[in-house]
């Protein structure tokens, strides 16, 4: 195990992406600089355009973003050759993320998948993943842990729609949007959206109260608190004084424990459209939402306003072409203790249904590329309104059953590490045989620390793998493969981590040199467990798979007493194996041959002793 320093380069650490003009202007042209990049390509000088056009880019606003996009796939192919380490991956998500007609598209993902090592196919599929996990768990007490998504109840449930749970200032109280009320309006009683609150006592939450202080006739939802627990902020549609048809508005808590009349926060946030999913930095200094104005990169995009010392909100900002897409961004949450952003996006590269939940860092006031927080809460379906604890503990989101997908209700979730605001730190590693062959595989790690799941993921094609861990914990390595014996190893995280392993191979037949047992005895020694537990965990890990042990001995003595005592060790392991590791009977067959089928002609004690052996033979289906 090696420590290890990550060179690729990240937006943070390049002037290029920060795109100082996005929220000034709409649309950077510059005449002279076109036509000198343009006698540049002419006269094919790679790395002087490469440089010019990198300038050039760096002043894009977001119109350019749709239109010119093509000048991010030229520069990310420059940027292959002239440009630092890592920095063509990045462009090649931005064009992803912004393309639009004038690209080859398909050359487009041909050229980000060469370079990219986040791939959709490397994560194991859960339902095959955890009927492996079901076949250890009689006697692997180092095991992944199952996380389970589950239904808050019939206390915060309601047979209409409940969703957008947001923690409010402290963890136990939990506010959220739902259809369950009825309402009086020009077209007679209507369901319509209103806020609602729980309370958690006890490790249980209470049952569901109205924020009647606020609800009206109008639709209200997707509410947050300052973390003083002191200011509302929340989404109200369709009302008289609103700039779009749905605005941002706000309450403050009285001195005498009342709620001040909501008022809308203004052309500064709000605009002529949509503007919903209000989230507040823990400091309260800083909004997030989601707005379907004009002039955003796409559908639906990511925006923020600061608020000044004076405690007005300043013009709105777009949140930038890393975070936002041609698609849609919506469900911003800012971490409560963490500098982290969340959000649910259905335009990202890496993604596992329509829309999923990422996480972005502020890198130097630049975010980092958005991670998808992976398939152990992103599943083939939708995940947006969602909120997780100060603590990191429990992820919170609106989900729909199969059945009835229009109909959300409110779940909760243990958060895995992929979700984890703290999992920053990279492992990263190998496998290959002892020619440098890259294997292939299946990687867990196990946190056994706090007993948070990992995703597994399955070795790239070049024997790699990598991880994203929260420092300063304890972990458990597993690799299983069935060209292998299954591969343990217990680390602790200290920064940056390399684990490079070497597999020993399977092969057809296979006999253990620690396999000898004592003159004329069948019983298993000590010195059999490693080899034998080798086999153990390799048949759990493949329950497709069957076991034949050959028994051998010596010609010494008679054949008849042989036969008996090469029978009786090989039962002896087929009994180890039942027993210690719960293989039912019908994987094994245990066969003894005797003196029968000797290696080699007995002309010594060595040649001998080469012949008292016990073999194994690995196979899809029971040998006969």
Known sequence: MVTLNDSLVTYGQ???????????????????????????????????????????????GI?????????????????????????????????LKH??????????????????????QYYVPLDFYYELVAYRKEIDTLRPPHAVLTNMGDALNSPKEDYAPTIGHVDYLLLFTS???????????????????????????????????????????????????????FSR?????????????????????????????????????????????????????????????????????????????????????????????????????????????NGHPLNFGDFDIYKSYDENGVWSEPKNIGPLVNGAGSEYYFTIDSKSKTLYYASAAEEDKKNMDLYSFPVPMEAKPEATTVLK????????????????????????????????????????????????LIIQGDEFFRIEEIFFMDGATEINKIAEPIESKIAFQSLEFENGKSDILAAMHEDLNKLGNFLLDHPQMHLTISGH???????????????????????????????????????????????????SDEHRQLNRRVEFEIARKRLE
């Open 14 to 60: 390049s002037d290029i992406f920060r795109f100082p003009n996005v929220n000034k202007i709409f649309f950077y042209q510059d005449e002279a600089k076109l036509k000198a990049m343009q006698q540049l390509d002419t006269a094919t000088q790679g790395l002087l355009l490469y440089r010019a056009l990198r300038a050039y880019v760096r002043n894009f």
């Open 63 to 95: 119109g350019n973003f749709s239109k010119n996009v093509p000048m991010l796939w030229k520069l990310a192919r420059l940027s292959e050759t002239h440009g630092p380490k890592g920095e063509a991956l990045l462009l090649y998500k931005l064009v």
């Open 99 to 120: 393309h639009t007609q004038g690209i080859n598209l398909q050359q487009v993902y041909h050229r980000h998948d060469s370079i990219e090592r986040d791939k959709k």
């Open 179 to 233: 259809k369950r009320n009825q309402h009086s309006g020009n077209e007679g009683r209507t369901f319509d959206e209103d806020i609602f609150f729980s309370r958690r006592v006890d490790g249980f939450w209470n049952a569901a109260e109205e924020f009647k202080a606020i609800n009206t006739a109008y639709n209200e939802g997707s509410a947050c608190l300052g973390k003083d627990g002191k200011t509302l902020i």
């Open 237 to 345: 549609c369709n009302a008289p004084d609103s700039y779009g048809n749905c605005d941002l508005y706000f309450s403050v808590l009285k001195n005498d424990s009342t709620w001040s009349a909501p008022k809308n926060l203004g052309p500064a946030i709000n605009s002529s459209g949509w503007d919903s999913h209000p989230s507040l930095s823990h400091r309260g200094d800083t909004l997030f939402f989601a707005s379907n104005r004009i002039g955003g990169f796409g559908l639906s995009d990511i925006y923020f306003s600061v608020r000044n010392a004076k405690g007005e909100w300043q013009k709105t900002q777009n949140a930038g072409p890393v975070i936002n897409t041609l698609q849609s961004e919506v469900s911003p949450f800012f971490h409560h203790e963490s500098n982290v952003l969340y959000f649910s996006s």
């Open 429 to 476: 590693g190998s496998l290959h045989d002892r020619t440098g062959r890259p294997m292939h595989g299946i990687v867990s790690i196990i946190d056994l620390d706090e007993g948070v799941e990992v995703a597994p993921k399955f070795l790239r094609e070049d024997g790699s793998f990598n991880f994203d861990l929260i420092n300063k914990r304890n972990y458990l």
């Open 553 to 603: 001995t010596d010609s010494a003595g008679k054949e008849e007493s042989n036969l008996r005592l090469s029978q009786a060790r090989a039962d002896a392991i087929k009994y180890y194996l039942m027993y210690e590791f719960k293989i039912v009977p019908e994987r094994i067959t245990a066969i003894g041959y005797g003196s029968s089928k000797p290696i080699v002609a007995e002309q």
